[in-house]
């Protein structure tokens, strides 16, 4: 089974700096948000853990166990400090 | 109903404007302003970002659910994004209703779960030249402990 | 500290000014709004009247109240008399703290205790030609039922 | 023992539309605010009750029983409706 697909990544405030990008597309063979940040994690060295993050899939909230597919625009949200 | 963000200054008379109601006998805001001082650090300026698209449609489902919950007839929110000088307004909330009691508690609920919910980040810049992105996360660098719902530079 | 009764129309932005602080992160305003309404009855217009004296210093003494209850940084109340039409502002009340919880219950304390206590009178004029002195007191003829700690052609 | 003393009293709202006057000086013998109201009832057909309203002597709260002197400023207070 082939899973590979290309992602679109945008990165918000504390991942924006870490990843030192505001957004790129990714091939990625992960099947959910959760699998993806894991492998953006290692890569990147992001500090944050995946129970710290809200994850939105295509301008939503969704969970993180949602599987992900070709062409999705996939956003990790660090914990919201507004107001 | 409407939350939007801003990237210049919010104008309270701009965001106050489409208030006029005859119905409305009371009227509630919250404006949250950028504070010298948090957690003990002198801070000298903020930044906020917006995740703008997510950040709207969240903030218009609260106004929304303040509606529901409340018997309201007006609620509007704005947030300002980009780099704030202290005492500039961050953020503004206000609701209209027949009766006070109404307009308190929908604008009190508006503004925490703004606070809550809404993905939009403050980065302090602090007087002895340090900065850094607020995250509420335990054992994390930049971790203020919790007071009403979550201290920071602003209330 | 400062309560003041106005013959003029209350602005805003004068009554906010005296407000700025460094060290505020929240601001609570409550607005009181004549409104069309009043107990089933179209109400066309208002007349406030104070005992002037006595009305800035009780309210001078709740706003003292205030801060001693509650943490905050500045409280400040304004009171229109006089003739006063639809959507007009009748009162104004604002309160500045460094953290939001205290700005809102100081702002709610602020207002329930002047509606109860301060030395003012409002008169309903209605649309059928009638007008009379609101008075809650049971059996009397202008006597509307309490809600809110007391329902009134504002909030 | 000569209890006659004159008071000034002001009237605001519902009791200056009843009796017709904004303040008065008054000749009275009542000794004490709550006598007073009650003559003043009695004169001029007030129909709210003593205990609906609060006294003020000398611009400040007082007690409805506390005695009246010579001089005072009595100011009968309806229940209030500002706000």
């Known amino acids: 089974m082939n899973t590979a697909k290309t992602i679109e990544l945008a990165y918000y405030a504390l991942l924006r700096e870490q990843r030192g990008l505001s ?14 940040y894991l492998e953006l994690k290692e890569e990147f060295g992001f500090n944050l853990q995946m129970e710290d993050l809200k994850v939105a899939i295509n301008g939503d909230f969704a969970d993180n166990d949602m599987p992900i597919h070709d062409g999705d625009t996939v956003v990790f949200i660090p914990p919201v400090t507004g107001g | 109903m409407m939350f939007k963000i801003f990237v210049n200054p919010l104008e309270k008379m701009d965001l106050q404007s489409p208030f006029s109601n005859s119905e409305a006998g009371g009227f509630v805001s919250f404006e949250g302003w950028v ?21 709207e449609k969240e903030g218009e489902r609260i106004l929304i659910e303040a509606r529901d919950k409340f018997d309201i007839i007006e609620a509007r929110c704005g947030h300002r994004v980009g780099r704030l000088q202290l ?3 961050a953020v503004w909330v206000g609701v209209s209703a027949a009766h006070r009691n109404e307009a308190f508690q929908a604008c009190r609920y508006v503004i925490d779960e703004v606070k809550r919910r809404v993905p939009i980040w403050k980065k302090e810049y602090y007087k002895n030249g340090d900065s850094g992105w607020l995250c509420p996360v335990e054992g994390y660098a930049h971790s203020p402990p919790e007071r009403d719902g979550g201290s920071t530079s602003t209330a």
């Open chain 1, 23 to 36: 957004s790129e597309k990714r091939a990625t063979s992960a099947m959910t948000a959760r699998e993806l």
């Open chain 2, 87 to 89: 005492g500039d307004m």
């Open chain 2, 35 to 55: 504070r010298s001082e948090n957690e003990g650090r002198h801070v000298m300026a903020l930044e906020y970002e917006a995740y703008a698209e997510l950040a």
